[in-house]
């Protein structure tokens, strides 16, 4: 981002979004919606000497672009899901144990591709949006990520009741370009897939 109206697009979502992902991941384990706070708050509990093991993979990490594609860890857990027995899947250590790893999976597929953006465009200010940005750990992560791999850029995290669904940054758009807004309120079409 230049300024604000002025974009360039470098990365986009190719499928599932980190949030629907984690939306999906949780009505799987019976968390509960939406999924990311039900995913951060079952994550933050330990299990000490657990002999489960759960490893997911890291959609796109090492990709050359800036895209994300969260279906196939979605597709992962489902698949890691169904191979245990059904004793396990209902175990709380299992949904724990699955929550630390899809979340840390997000992570680290979110900030490997926020890092490398910002080293390789220069950015001086890195903001994160939406509702996954609401997680204690991501904001935690990519401070300390950021400190050491770009230590000039600054972190712009907005408080977490700003970091909703998409809906906010929709009504900051519309504030900011409220000049070049029809009159015509009764004449405005629907376009689902406008770009900001």
Known sequence: MEKIGKYQLIGETR????????????????LGYPG????????KFQI???K???????PMIKQKNYDFSFAGLKTAVLYDFLKRPEKVRKS???KILMAKEVQQAV???????TIKSAKEFGANLIILGGGVAANEEL????????????????????????????GLMVAVTGYFRKETAT?????IVAEPNLKI
Request: aromatic share 4%.
């Open 36 to 43: 990311g706070p039900a995913i951060e708050k079952i994550s």
């Open 183 to 187: 009159k015509n309120f009764d004449k």
């Open 139 to 166: 904001r935690k992560q990519i401070i300390e990520n950021s400190k050491f791999q770009i230590p000039n850029s600054k972190i712009l995290i907005p408080p977490k009741e700003l970091c909703t669904d998409n």
């Open 92 to 94: 709380k250590e299992y």
């Open 52 to 58: 489960l093991k759960v490893t997911l993979p890291r």
């Open 48 to 50: 000490p000497n657990s």
């Open 107 to 113: 992570i680290d597929v979110l900030i490997s591709k």
């Open 15 to 30: 499928d599932d979004a980190a949030g629907e992902c984690l939306d999906k991941v949780a009505r799987l384990l019976g």
